[in-house]
């Protein structure tokens, strides 16, 4: 009874858009610097496993994924921030799998040195305290390095450092829930507090860190919602992948690629043409031209029309001319 909060999810973890158009590029044979996708492919994976995690630990929080804030002149980026009743953890969540060994403050993968993420961490809680007592919070931040692997080793580790390794999680679940338990009730400075977190947060714009691209040198198809290929076969309504067997309504499928071009051309003005192409041909225009119709706004004459913008209507499989 009285429960006002019950691990409040207030802002959800999207897939970055780096990632994401680094995979639309990817599957269309643009120039990806693969280390840098699977890093953050699996940087992703983990942070969705931890969520998967944290959901079971019962408790009265608000949740908060995912901030890139700003503080004294220089950003900072948080997985995952909890807001508990009498302070506020944070979470740096880490996929790494394999053996590394810690020696004197610095984090060797096998023989190569790599950043310390304790440190990171630390200077994250930092700017962090600074934040919140400039909004008027003294509420005190314990922050947890997580390696969610289980694959993970890390050698020569102080038990006293703030990490917790995939065997004690359940362990640090049960802390949680007690210190949940007599933290006292969440109240609305609580929420004032995550709403004002996220209204600071800043959208960074993904373009920038991308390799370079250009249309004509990507790859023209349907991808494959399932693997990510280009093996789909088209059979009246429906899409069917060669490799994996994944089906889609065409429909769906065509809003998808039509969506992918927006996504890494948002200069490219969308029309019938353009789209034909850029699924190879695959499809006839009539279709394509009825889909944009449905779903987006047809704006300016002749030559110089194109579509913009999403509509929010469903899709139909109808339509009269
Ligand atoms: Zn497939």
């Known amino acids: 009874m009285g429960v006002l909060w019950m691990s409040f999810m207030l802002k959800e ?7 994401m158009l680094l995979r639309l590029l990817k599957a269309r044979g643009g120039l990806v610097d693969d280390s840098r996708f699977w890093n953050l492919e699996k940087g992703y994976q983990g942070e969705m496993l931890f969520d998967k995690w944290f959901s079971g630990v019962d408790g009265e929080w608000i949740v908060v994924n995912d901030l890139l804030l700003e503080h004294g002149g220089s950003l900072f980026q948080i997985d995952s921030l909890v807001i508990g009743g009498d302070r506020v953890y944070l979470f740096e969540v880490k996929n790494f799998e394999g053996d590394f060994l810690l020696e004197k403050d610095r984090w060797y993968s096998g023989s190569k040195e790599i950043k310390d993420p304790l440190s990171q961490m630390q200077r994250c809680e930092t700017a962090l305290r600074q934040l919140l007592s400039s909004l008027g919070y003294q509420l005190p931040i314990e922050s947890s390095l997580i390696f969610i692997n289980p694959e993970f080793t890390l050698f020569n580790c102080s038990p006293k450092l703030p990490i917790i390794f995939w065997s004690q999680l359940n362990r640090f679940c049960h802390k949680l829930l ?23 947060h800043m ?16 790859r023209k198809g349907i991808v494959c919602v399932g693997c990510g290929g280009m ?5 009246y309504r429906m899409i069917e992948c060669e490799s994996c067997g994944s089906k889609e309504a065409l429909d769906t499928a065509l809003l998808r690629s039509i969506n992918e071009c927006r996504s890494l051309f948002p200069q490219i003005k969308i029309s019938t043409k353009i789209i034909h192409d850029w699924i190879g041909e695959t499809v006839s225009k009539k279709v394509i031209q009825r889909v944009l119709q449905i779903n987006f ?10 579509y913009v913008k999403e509509t929010q209507r469903l899709i139909r499989t109808d339509i009269k001319a």
Request: some cysteine.
């Open 178 to 200: 007690k210190q949940s338990a007599s933290s006292g009730k969440l109240h609305a400075r609580h929420s004032r507090l995550a709403e004002k977190l996220c209204e600071l």
């Open 203 to 218: 959208e960074k714009s993904p373009y920038e860190r991308l390799p370079e691209y250009r249309y004509e040198e990507l």
């Open 13 to 19: 973890r999207m897939e970055s858009e780096e990632l």
């Open 231 to 235: 093996g789909v076969r088209h059979h």
């Open 297 to 306: 706004s047809l704006i300016g004459y002749g030559k110089s029309a194109n």
